[in-house]
């Protein structure tokens, strides 16, 4: 049983993998010779699992582990964890983003007695709009999910064992890893570190990746949409309600005639198009139901090097 083990999702990260093994064992031979390096290859279509199998040769604490196909980082993160042997591990990025130079922080940290020690990063060196929508999806998922989740934090974090164990206990096919920590509870640290500039080059995590791992945090961790659609169902019966009795008020004690053909179709469009919105949020979380019975396993892993 290796004392550190790194768990690191690749996807088309053929420029840095190199940079990134040599890196990782410089700061781990720091801590201790002991160690072992998860790769776990996405599809990314590029030459990263060829790497790997290299890397695995030269050093055999180097492990890979290639999927079928695109799951997702998150499952790649779920595949190195449920491999990982180590008295502690550290889950990062492949992109260089953050930095292996801080490990020896994070371990140094979890010694003075905590399970779970996260890397809140500096100012992010991301492009603004990615760093906005960031942001915005963040302050949303803690209202959403009443998670006090720190938008500052990311994948990288080091873990003992034992929070690796429960975490591996948890097999939803929703997958936020960050969200996923945070329900568990444990007691946490921070240590600051630099949010270093991707050695990829363009970020792999598109604005759609983005936005629907964002919907799928939220409905993975909240019923809220739908309470709030409740609320907001009972508040356009209240004022519907009170308009009717207006009107009403109107025709009969001053005479006023019932009139506006035009204001009813429109007022019929718009509880048309509200009812079908909150069936449609209805209907995902009954699609994502309906994923979780299935029992399908959360990835399919084609090869590896061990």
């Known amino acids: 049983m290796p004392h550190l083990s790194v768990v690191v999702p690749v996807y088309k990260a053929e420029s840095c993998l190199t940079e990134l093994y040599r890196r990782l064992r410089d700061s781990l031979t720091k801590i201790s010779e002991d160690f072992e390096i998860i790769l776990v ?3 990314g279509g590029d030459r990263s699992w060829d790497i790997i199998k290299e890397l695995a040769v030269k050093d055999r604490r180097v492990k890979g582990i290639r999927f079928t196909r695109n799951f997702g980082q998150h ?9 990982a042997c180590g008295e502690w591990v550290v889950i990062m990025d492949c992109d260089l983003q953050d ?22 990063r500096g100012p992010r060196k ?15 998922f803690r209202w959403l999910s009443g998670i006090d989740y720190d938008g500052r934090v990311g994948n ?13 206990n948890m097999r939803e096919q929703l997958r936020f890893f960050g969200g996923l920590m945070s329900w568990m509870g444990y007691n946490t640290a921070f240590v600051d570190v630099e949010h270093a500039k991707s050695k990829i080059g363009k970020s792999t995590y598109s604005y759609r990746k983005l936005f629907r791992l964002a919907g799928d945090a939220v409905i993975a961790y909240s ?15 209240t004022a519907a309600f009170i308009a009717g009795l207006y009107i009403l008020w109107r025709a009969f004690f001053l005479g006023v005639p ?21 069936l449609g949020i209805i209907g995902i979380y009954l699609g994502k139901v ?17």
Request: net charge positive.
């Open 41 to 43: 290859e996405d599809c």
């Open 75 to 83: 499952y790649g993160i779920t595949a190195g964890l449920d491999q």
């Open 99 to 120: 930095q292996p130079e801080e490990i020896p922080r994070l371990y140094a940290k979890a010694r003075e007695g905590y399970p779970a020690v996260l890397a809140r």
């Open 126 to 140: 991301d492009f603004f709009l990615k760093k906005m929508i960031s942001g915005l999806f963040y302050k949303l």
């Open 156 to 168: 990288f974090r080091i873990i003992s064992k034992e929070v690796v164990k429960n975490y591996r």
């Open 223 to 237: 019923d809220k949409p739908l309470r709030v659609s409740v609320q907001v169902g009972f508040l356009i019966s």
């Open 258 to 278: 019932v009139m506006g053909w035009t204001s009813l179709i429109v007022s019929l469009y718009f509880m048309s198009g509200l009812i079908i919105f909150i």
């Open 290 to 306: 309906f994923d979780e019975t299935k029992g399908r396993p959360l990835f399919v892993i084609l090869d590896r090097t061990w």
